[in-house]
């Protein structure tokens, strides 16, 4: 069964990946809650806004069915479990080291009734989780983690320094944790980008090789291929994502005015920490920003936005395979398996055959979904060199029943081309320059956030829209409210019609230190879980925040498939 995903629909329109893709695109109105008369897929959505503490399940008529309360604003994900509890990233706050976009370093579970379960904190100066979490089919999570390298383990590492803003680097890690107690936690396997790399720049260190023989390694100096952003304009990136609170405050800040930053050894100025935020690669090298799972392969799914790529790893080692090069189902240790989006990355393509420009939540299409297996990718399209625009794809990866993936020889991994696209008709209409994120509907629908807009559409294989909402709450058409929620069950209440659908995800207002309350129809009701739970499905990120929809077989047993009532949990992403 494959697990947490959401994606778009894939060859349900019956098309070959080696004859190109099929671009579908539809006119959007300007209606708000626009629906079609052959209706969009119905189901709860799961909201968790960026300036609220709370996180919202609303119906298909925008009204809130139930109301968990934390006392810590929002990470970059909640996922509702198969039990009614949520499962939501915080941000701690305070860390010394890092800070930029993403930042997180809590990790809780709330019971149905807000009864607080799980409160882990993953944040040191060694260490911060960001972005996103996986949970397992076994009560364990993954998270993403920066961790910290000095300048001195970069040069010995065989960076070139001339790459090397300021005297740290954030590579990525994913560690499994095993939750202990009400606030511990037991790391049971980790994977760390550190050990898989390889470089052209120094001959005598010992991950030295020619890049393009290792598409399976990351190259420490892939930032040769990229334009860096200058520190004034990595500082402007970073307050605007504060403004919007999608950063926190460095700990030496005190309101809205930032200290001058230090000089570097060159008697330059340093780029602010966080400058490796989306748009720049700074300390940040990677800039991991989403991560799924899939049961069945045992892999786990990377989204890596400094390097418009996707990578799949396998999970089936111990921790000490996953730090070499042999073992698990793979044979290959943590090495990567398949990697897509900028095979010049790896030395194997040239610009011209980038795919992917900065995008945003990966999922694996669920099986029993039009497209199972398939990856879905918002694409966010900033940088293209035709100009700046969005589209969502479906991409179908070379991968066998053992879960392995085919390459020729001296060529880059496949599809050459995706499954499936959609695109505006006017192109540049449709641009969110970060977080959105994209989910299949188990009809083969769509359901598309553009988070930097504050706007939610579902479209259907053909591009056809059949559903609009446009963000009304806060700062009218930008983002600072619902964070990305994974969709919760769908349809209405147990035994009930499914839902009308109207507004579905809300903002908050976007003032530093406030935190609003959504402004929805009505104000929580104490509801259970519907009778007969058994999963919620996978959850899609909504406007400016989290916000997730379930299909209506998720938590109504008597109106579903023995394989959709034990469909994975429900993921919300961040807009």
Not at 59 to 71: F, I
Not at 243 to 262: H, Q, R
Request: glycine share 12%.
């Amino acid at each position: 069964m494959r697990a947490l995903l959401y994606l778009l629909p894939a060859l349900c329109l019956g098309c070959d990946v080696e004859l190109g893709p099929v671009v579908a695109s539809a006119t959007p109105t300007s209606a708000t809650a626009r629906r079609a008369a052959d209706g969009p897929s119905p189901g709860y959505l799961l909201i968790s806004p960026l300036r609220d503490q709370s996180a919202y399940l609303l119906d298909g008529a925008g009204e809130v069915v139930h109301r968990w309360k934390t006392e810590y604003d929002p990470g970059n994900s909640a996922y509702l479990l198969p039990d009614g509890d949520l499962l939501r990233c915080a941000r701690e706050g305070g860390n010394a080291v890092f800070h930029g976009g993403g930042e997180g370093g809590r990790v809780q579970r709330y019971s149905w009734d807000g009864e607080l379960e799980w409160d882990f904190v993953w944040s040191s100066d060694a260490h911060l989780h960001h972005h996103d979490v996986a949970p397992l089919p076994n009560g364990n999570v993954l998270l993403l983690s920066w961790e910290l390298k000095t300048r001195e383990q970069c040069l010995a590492a065989g960076m070139d320094p001339a790459l090397l803003q300021g005297d740290v680097l954030w590579p990525d890690a994913v560690f499994e944790v095993k939750p202990v107690g009400a606030d511990g936690g037991e790391v049971v396997w980790a994977w760390h980008l550190w050990d898989h790399l390889v470089q052209e720049f120094d001959e005598g260190k010992a991950n030295y090789g020619v890049v393009a023989e290792h598409p399976e390694l990351v190259d420490l100096n892939v930032h040769r291929h990229s334009e860096q952003k200058s520190e004034a304009e990595q500082r402007a990136e970073l307050e605007r994502l504060r403004a919007l609170g999608y950063a926190g405050d460095a700990p030496d800040e005190e309101g809205d005015d930032a200290p001058a930053a230090p000089e570097t050894p060159q008697g330059g100025e340093r780029a602010p920490r966080g400058g490796g935020g989306p748009g720049g690669a700074g300390e940040d090298f990677c800039h991991t920003n989403g991560i799924d799972y899939d049961a069945e392969l045992d892999q786990i799914l990377l989204s890596v936005r400094h390097l418009s790529e996707v990578w799949v790893i396998d999970h089936s080692t111990t921790t000490a395979e996953a730090a070499s090069h042999r073992g698990g189902r793979s044979g290959k240790g943590g090495d990567l398996l398949w990697r897509w989006g900028n095979p010049q990355n790896y030395g194997r393509g040239l610009a011209e055959h980038r795919q992917l420009f900065e995008q945003h939540d990966a999922r694996w299409i669920p099986a029993g979904y039009p497209g199972a297996g398939h990856i879905t990718i918002f694409n966010n399209g900033a940088n293209r060199p035709e100009g700046s625009w969005s589209s969502v794809l479906e991409v179908a990866p070379p991968v066998d029943a053992q879960g392995r993936y085919a390459m020729d020889a001296g060529e880059p991994f496949g599809p050459r081309r995706p499954t499936w696209e959609y695109a505006a008709p006017e192109r540049e209409s449709f641009f969110s320059g970060f977080i959105s994120g994209a989910e299949r509907q188990p009809n083969g629908n769509t359901l598309i956030c553009s988070g930097s807009d504050g706007r939610v559409f579902e479209v259907t294989p053909q591009g056809a829209l059949v559903w609009e909402w446009k963000n009304v709450f806060g700062e009218a058409g930008g983002p600072g409210g619902p964070r990305g929620g994974r969709r919760g069950p769908p349809g209405g209440p147990a035994g009930g019609p499914p839902p009308r659908r109207a507004a579905l995800a809300v903002r908050t207002a976007t003032t530093r230190g406030r935190r609003a309350v959504p402004r929805t129809v009505r104000r929580p009701a104490s509801v259970r879980p519907p009778a007969g739970v058994r999963r919620a499905t996978a959850a899609v990120p909504a406007v400016a925040g989290l916000a997730a929809r379930a299909d209506p077989a998720a938590w109504t047993a008597s109106r579903c498939s023995a394989r959709r009532a034990t469909r994975p949990t429900t993921r919300a992403w961040r807009t």
